[in-house]
């Protein structure tokens, strides 16, 4: 499966992807802002590719732009039981792996077509996040599409959660979706 | 006002930042300033001064004050 849009493309990740994504993934410039900082051996990956092909509650992504690998995208079911086709939320989760990318407009670009995806086409009614309390960068990145902070984490140290609503959401990125689609 | 006067006071003017603060080595994330509601007035901004239409391919690889020179220089901008 592909998604295209906003200069970039989605690929649905594939065997031949997994080792590439694997590094990224072990690499502390990425693995710092994940809730999981564990290495992640090859039969981890293996296991963790053979699993998701059965799951219809996620799906993975490789980003690419202008044809170049520069990152992951991914979505799962907030709820458990639920398949992406009935969501009512879903969880996205984005990482750049390409340093020229990671602190660039583009960044965006994923996440505006997952989002649309989400809301479009799988038909869900909020996006869901658990953000690192220290990672400002990706509270900023969210408080521009629209996301807010849940109430019940704001007195948790660790980590914040984060909601996005559709109608948010549509209004936030007008501009944004302009600016990447020219 | 010189071109560079002008990118000086386009870039000043979107970010919200001092004159003095639009070196080349400035960079899109690099200050707080400097972020996606910025970048989008910096764009208005920058095709509004130079009477240029930027396209998207431009619109990403501005992520610099340095950047921002050479992909005006394609539009026939001088500095």
Redesign the interface.
């Known amino acids: 499966m592909e998604l295209s849009g906003y200069q970039v493309v989605l690929h649905e990740v594939t065997q031949s992807d997994i080792e590439l994504i694997r590094q990224w993934r072990n690499d502390p410039n990425v693995s710092q802002y994940m809730l999981c900082q564990d290495i992640i051996s090859q039969k981890q990956q293996l296991a963790w590719f053979k699993n998701i092909q059965l799951d219809t509650s996620q799906q993975h992504f490789v980003i690419h732009y202008k044809g170049l690998p520069i990152g992951v995208a991914n979505i799962r079911t907030c709820y458990q039981g639920e398949s992406l086709n009935t969501a009512r939320a879903i969880e996205p989760g984005l990482y750049i792996a390409n340093d020229k990318y990671r602190n660039n407009i583009l960044a965006f670009a994923p996440t505006l077509l997952l989002n649309d995806y989400c809301f479009e086409q799988l038909g869900c009614q909020e996006l869901k996040a658990i953000v690192k309390a220290d990672n400002t960068a990706a509270l900023n990145y969210n408080a521009k599409l629209g996301y807010q902070i849940e109430k019940s984490t704001e007195n948790q140290a660790d980590v914040i959660a984060i909601t996005l609503h559709k109608n948010d959401y549509q209004q936030r990125t007008v501009q944004l979706k302009a600016l990447l689609s020219r | 006002m010189s071109t560079k006067q002008q990118l000086q006071s386009a870039f000043s003017e979107s970010l919200g930042i001092e004159p003095t603060q639009v070196i080349d080595s400035l ?4 200050i707080a300033e400097w ?3 910025a ?2 007035i910096l ?1 208005a901004e920058l095709e509004n001064e130079f009477k240029v239409m ?4 431009d ?2 690889d501005m ?1 610099s004050v340095a950047k921002a020179k050479e992909i005006l220089a394609k539009y026939n901008v001088e500095f």
């Open positions: 960079s899109y994330n690099s972020d996606s509601t970048h989008m764009i930027l396209d998207t391919d619109i990403i992520s």
